[in-house]
């Protein structure tokens, strides 16, 4: 095979093939990341249910508490 021939395979067929690589190594990054901050999301979602639950414990059942607006 002639360089030029080995050349433009590489033009046409390498560089399409790159950014392919390239295109799904950023979509596996951007899925790993997602997931981590759903992850951090539902633990705060956690947390704040947690504090709900533990203040309207501690208020208990104060149904005849009039707030003023």
Known sequence: MEV?????IINTVGF??????AL???LKQMGTKAL???N???DALNRNTNS??????????????????
Do not use: H, Q, Y
Not at 4 to 8: A, Q, R
Not at 16 to 21: D, S
């Open 52 to 69: 709900i639950i533990l203040l309207t414990s501690k208020i208990g059942d104060n149904s005849n508490v009039r707030i003023d607006k």
């Open 40 to 42: 951090e999301f539902k």
């Open 16 to 21: 399409p093939i790159a950014v392919c690589i």
């Open 4 to 8: 030029e021939v080995i050349t433009t």
């Open 36 to 38: 981590e901050t759903m």
């Open 24 to 26: 799904f190594w950023t």
